[in-house]
């Protein structure tokens, strides 16, 4: 596994966790993927591994494996910038003020905040134009709950509303805290 591209080596590592070993060397490592992949070769390994995915589990266990696959490339820079944020807001309305003054897009609906992306943020994704399932899409959501974890102090879950890769213009996501959240402005 040492010469396994980081993306299949935490594929692999998630799966395991899930549904074991004999799951996750077939699917993470039942395409090779390059050390250092083309555009059309990470389309290719994407494409197989979100197909492979929907074949072998359901919706709730793909989002759990995906969740866990997320980068950490500028998390902490993230995690701070927007917990700086969160720490002069007096309420969820006023958080989202204050981030969309930096143009981020975000809003409320039904009580929840709503965060947007306006491309696509996964560099796994670069040379895919379309994908058939939200499956790979669960990485973002998991950074992204790694983030509101941080933020709000609390657990949330996170429900993809929309994706690019998906044809949509944009990507949406529900943050929904599972706990209180406790703004300190």
């Known amino acids: 596994m040492d010469q396994k591209h980081n993306e299949a080596r935490k594929l692999y590592e998630n799966i395991k966790k899930h549904a074991g070993s004999a799951a996750a060397e077939k699917i993470a490592f039942g395409m090779?993927?390059?050390?250092?992949?083309?555009?059309?070769?990470?389309?290719?390994?994407?494409?197989?591994?979100?197909?492979?995915?929907?074949?072998?589990?359901?919706?709730?266990?793909?989002?759990?494996?995906?969740?866990?696959?997320?980068?950490?490339?500028?998390?902490?820079?993230?995690?701070?910038f927007i917990k700086n944020t969160f720490n002069y807001s007096n309420s969820l309305t006023d958080f989202v003020d204050k981030m969309n003054a930096y143009s981020v897009g975000w809003s409320i609906k039904d009580g929840y905040l709503i965060t947007k992306y306006l491309s696509c943020p996964c560099p796994m994704l670069e040379g895919v134009d379309f994908l058939p399932t939200k499956a790979w899409c669960y990485c973002t959501v998991g950074y992204n709950?790694?983030?509101?974890?941080?933020?709000?102090?609390?657990?949330?879950?996170?429900?993809?509303?929309?994706?690019?890769?998906?044809?949509?213009?944009?990507?949406?996501m529900k943050i929904i805290p599972l706990g209180n959240i406790n703004f300190p402005g």
């Open 145 to 172: 709950k790694k983030i509101f974890q941080y933020v709000f102090d609390c657990e949330v879950d996170i429900e993809l509303l929309e994706s690019i890769k998906m044809g949509s213009n944009q990507c949406l």
């Open 32 to 80: 090779d993927l390059p050390l250092s992949p083309t555009k059309a070769e990470k389309n290719e390994w994407v494409n197989f591994i979100s197909m492979e995915l929907e074949k072998s589990f359901d919706d709730g266990t793909i989002k759990k494996i995906r969740t866990g696959c997320h980068c950490t490339e500028k998390l902490d820079e993230a995690k701070e």
